[in-house]
């Protein structure tokens, strides 16, 4: 059994988000999404970190990568339709892609992604941020640069 913040659960609440904005009930449509955000950069972040293995944290499977880039794509492009591509939302969203990609193994992806989220944080809330400079050294890190 699982809790609502696992993995698992996540896919739950992409389809709820799917309803509500079917519904056009968008803030609960952003709301799911947010949650879903939310849980995946828990994850990854975790299974990033240096003591992943001290944990003993399951990894993804492939199955479960491919389909935490889909829902977190679809959540990308309606946050994007909703709130704008310059949204802070939307850089979250492609902040945790690039930690997936990178996750996953794809640098150039991971990068791509991080390098839009980095213009996004910078942009709006400044470089200065906690936040902004959460994705600059994730970005760094992926590059191979001392931070």
């Not at 996953?104 to 400079?133: D, F, W």
Request: proline share 2%; net charge negative.
């Amino acid at each position: 059994m699982v809790g609502r913040k696992h993995i698992d659960t996540s896919g739950g609440y992409f389809q709820l988000g799917n309803v509500f904005y079917s519904m056009n009930k968008v803030e609960n449509a952003l709301a799911m999404y947010d949650k879903v955000v939310d849980i995946w950069y828990k994850c990854v972040t975790q299974l990033l970190s240096t003591d992943a293995a001290h944990y003993e944290l399951p990894a993804l499977g492939d199955a479960k990568g491919a389909e935490g880039v889909e829902v977190l794509c679809h959540i990308r492009k309606r946050r994007e339709e909703c709130v704008g591509a310059s949204n802070i939302a939307t850089g979250e969203s492609n902040y945790v892609l690039g930690l997936l990609q990178q996750y996953l193994g794809a640098p150039a992806k991971a990068a791509e992604h991080m390098r839009l989220a980095l213009a996004i944080y910078e942009n709006q809330l400044g470089p200065e941020h906690q936040s902004t400079k959460d994705v600059t050294l994730s970005l760094m890190q992926l590059e191979g640069r001392d931070a």
